[in-house]
């Protein structure tokens, strides 16, 4: 199989501290640092949110202009991708980042149990952002929690709320979400093919489940996800010692299977997404 594998990086996200993992990106710097040893590694996709000088998440648009601005400078042409999710803010606050026109941000277009609380996307919630990224030229990665969620993004496609060709990530082994669970991978990658024929997929397992979903996903020739947001550890026993780690784990995954990984010019052709003035 040559068809080349994109890997996002997931660096930060809303949940990990460094009392989880002494490794785990806080300030801007720390992010910044992170995201380029990550691009140095072979992942084409930083996904990115942002904390507080407290440590604790936020969806404020200053905060993730400064990690964009330092990303684009020291990781030339990687593709930024900023989250719209619920735990860093409530309501419109959740796409007050999407003027800075990155070049995707996360969407996702249904609610659906967490381990402690529902995550809450109602529609009108979903179809404002989803206007926002039209407006601003922003692609988005729909994160699919629930196969409703697949089904969904093709009913936006198709009615024009959103732009095709879609992005679509499965995201598995989230507690009281869709399982880490291979047979129902094979069921989601049917169904987006037979609603999205034109659509590309991704793959990110949490917690222990993120290396055997990596495998999954690169071994049926979609793309996938690593990163200490989903998964501090190597393993039951090791922490991850850098987000760096857990790419280059994926990268070897990839090299098993004969897929090349795809450096940013070739996911941002993959993607569709405008090239950068470097």
Not at 27 to 36: L, M, N
Not at 112 to 128: G, K
Not at 222 to 233: F, Y
Request: net charge negative; glycine share 8%; with cysteine.
């Amino acid at each position: 199989m040559s068809h080349p594998c994109i890997i996002c990086v997931a660096i930060t996200g809303s949940l990990p501290t460094k009392a989880d993992n002494p490794a785990v990106p806080i300030s801007i710097s720390e992010q910044v640092e992170s995201t380029h040893e990550s691009f140095e590694a072979g992942a084409s996709i930083a996904h990115c949110h942002v904390r507080d000088d407290e440590g604790k998440p936020t969806s404020d648009p200053e905060h993730f202009a400064r990690l964009k601005e330092g990303i684009e400078r020291h990781c030339p042409g990687m593709i930024v991708q900023l989250s719209t999710g619920g735990r860093s803010g409530a309501g419109q606050a959740r796409g007050g980042m999407l003027p800075l026109k990155p070049d995707m941000a996360s969407l996702s277009v249904g609610s659906n149990n967490f381990p402690t609380r529902v995550y809450e996307n109602p529609p009108d919630l979903v179809d404002w952002l989803a206007s926002e990224m039209l407006r601003n030229d922003v692609k988005p990665e729909i994160e699919a929690f629930d196969l409703s969620h697949v089904i969904q993004a093709a009913i936006m496609q198709r009615d024009g709320r959103l732009k095709g060709p879609l992005y679509v990530q499965f995201v598995m082994g989230v507690k009281n979400a869709m399982p880490a669970d291979e047979r129902i991978l094979d069921i989601y990658i049917e169904t987006l093919k037979r609603y999205a024929p034109d659509a590309t997929w991704c793959a990110a397992g949490i917690g222990a489940a993120q290396l055997v979903v990596n495998e999954w996903a690169i071994a049926k020739g979609g793309h996938t996800r690593a990163g200490l947001e989903d998964n501090v550890r190597l393993d039951r026993t090791t922490l991850a010692p850098s987000n760096a780690a857990l790419v280059k784990r994926a990268v070897a995954i990839c090299e098993r299977y004969d897929r090349p990984v795809a450096d940013w010019k070739t996911a941002r052709r993959m993607l569709g997404l405008r090239m950068p003035d470097l």
